[in-house]
């Protein structure tokens, strides 16, 4: 189902029911205000013809045959019936319109009778030794108010279907900019990022307009990210692939320790290329929506000593350990998987900058419900312009080391865990602080 018709239908419904109730509270009172005047005709009628009778002579019975009047005569309106009685209940006198049986005037005032199968509303009222009834069929006035609702019924309804084609024509006019933005997004290109323009749209459309503009930038340098990934990757991967082809060709080549030694080159080469791609399945998985959830907790001491201890490959006298006072036990909320990850990459980018025979150091606090590691190696450190690109991905100070992903995958962790990293270069090596929440 379309919004135009969705709209329609809604707005429609709505406008059908509070018509409805309204014609349907006009025709009621409609129908009391007619009854209301019948009733009062009947009273003027009836009142008027006993003033009458009081100025002329009082019609007598003769022979037992009552006098027949017609409505000229008794002053009452045609289609009227008009009946005089006496006290003691004989007719006097009746008008043409008035049934073979007499009305019931014993009593004053408004009734309801049946003569003969049809309903009749009767006023009676009393003028010296006379009484003085008028009536007239409920039929008639039945008939009379069905032209009446079918007079008021005919405008009602045309107003209403009006109403309902006015309708259908503003939705189709209100919804026009969302077909305009429809047809613009249709007629791209299935590459095409461009943003939307918002001039000539209404207020409440172009928060949603601006949205979809953002979200098309974010496509974009997604895009661009992984294209960028992709090249750099591929450059990454086929440097020690020709590497490792080399040392092959040159150990088939060869015999003995320069065959032995080419060998030993490829391994080193496949060794790095295994670490390059285990650090690239780590950053897609972290930058995913994949869980590393898997129930373990581990406080800010023990993802420290497990994080040197897969950093030295269980050697950690490379490494000083520093635990401030009153250290905290509870749990970190990050994964124990990612907390020692990040930490490890973090040691090892500080260990491939240290001097050999230095010791890189780690010092842990908790405050505030937080834990900080603070990871300083003693090399050279790094130029204040370089510090934004330390977490580029396979970017590289230098002539340093690794694959040029540890630090990326590190502020990815950070992004997706809402942590905090800062990096502080110093003459005397650099300082990288990982603050991480608590578990409450």
């Known amino acids: 189902m379309s ?29 009391g205000q007619m009854m209301r005047s019948f009733d009062q005709r009947l009273a003027a009628s009836a009142r008027m013809v006993a003033g009458l009778l009081q ?25 009227m019936a008009c009946q005089v009685s006496s006290l003691r209940g004989e007719v006097l ?26 309903l009749w ?26 032209s009446v609702v079918v007079a008021a019924a005919v405008p009602v309804t045309v107003a209403l279907l009006g109403s309902l084609a006015l309708l259908w024509l503003g939705a189709g006019q209100g919804l026009a900019p969302l077909k305009r933005i429809r047809d613009a997004l249709t007629r791209r290109g299935a590459d095409s990022l ?7 749209l209404p207020s409440e459309l172009k928060p949603l307009v601006e949205t979809q503009n953002q979200l098309f930038q974010r496509i974009a340098q997604a895009i ?17 692939l020709t590497a490792i082809k ?18 030993a080159h490829a391994e080193e080469g496949a060794d790095r290329l295994h670490r390059t791609l285990d650090q690239l399945l780590l950053l897609a998985r972290v930058e995913g929506s994949l869980s590393f959830d898997d129930g373990v907790q581990c406080s800010a001491e023990d993802a420290a000593r497990v994080a040197m201890h897969d950093a030295g490959h269980g050697d950690v006298r490379m490494f000083e350990l520093k635990l401030a006072d009153g250290l905290s036990e509870a749990p970190l909320e990050v994964p124990s998987v990612l907390a020692i990850a990040a930490l490890r990459n973090l040691l090892d980018n500080a260990l491939r900058h240290t001097a050999a025979g230095t010791r890189v150091e780690l010092a842990v606090e908790t405050a505030q419900g937080c834990a900080r590691f603070h990871v300083r190696d003693h090399g050279p450190g790094i130029a204040e312009t370089d510090l934004p690109h330390l977490t580029r991905r396979f970017w590289r100070h230098g002539k340093s080391g690794g694959s040029g992903l540890g630090l990326a995958i590190v502020q ?8 905090r990293l800062d990096f502080d270069s110093r003459a005397d090596g650099l300082r990288v602080t990982l603050e991480m929440p608590l578990r409450k």
């Open 93 to 118: 006198a009746q008008s043409h319109a008035t049934p073979e049986l007499a009305l019931d005037s014993t009593a004053s005032g408004f009734r309801d009778q049946e003569i003969n199968g049809v």
């Open 194 to 200: 461009e943003p939307l323009e918002l001039a000539a």
């Open 55 to 79: 100025q002329l002579p009082q019609p007598q019975p003769a022979d037992g045959q009552t006098t027949r009047l017609s409505a000229e005569q008794l002053g009452i309106p045609n289609g």
């Open 246 to 263: 080399t040392h092959l060709q040159v150990a088939r080549m060869t015999e003995g320790a320069a065959a032995e030694q080419a060998l």
């Open 224 to 240: 661009e990210r992984e294209r960028r990934l992709t090249g750099d990757a591929a450059h990454e991967l086929r440097s020690p």
């Open 412 to 419: 990815a962790i950070v992004q997706r865990c809402q942590c």
């Open 121 to 146: 509303r009767s006023f009676t009222v009393q003028a010296g030794d006379l009484r003085v009834s008028t009536a007239d069929r409920l039929e008639e006035r039945d008939v009379l108010q069905r």
């Open 3 to 31: 919004l135009r018709l969705r709209l329609t239908l809604i707005l429609g419904s709505a406008f059908i029911l509070l018509w409805s109730l309204a014609a349907a509270w006009m025709l009621c009172d409609l129908r």
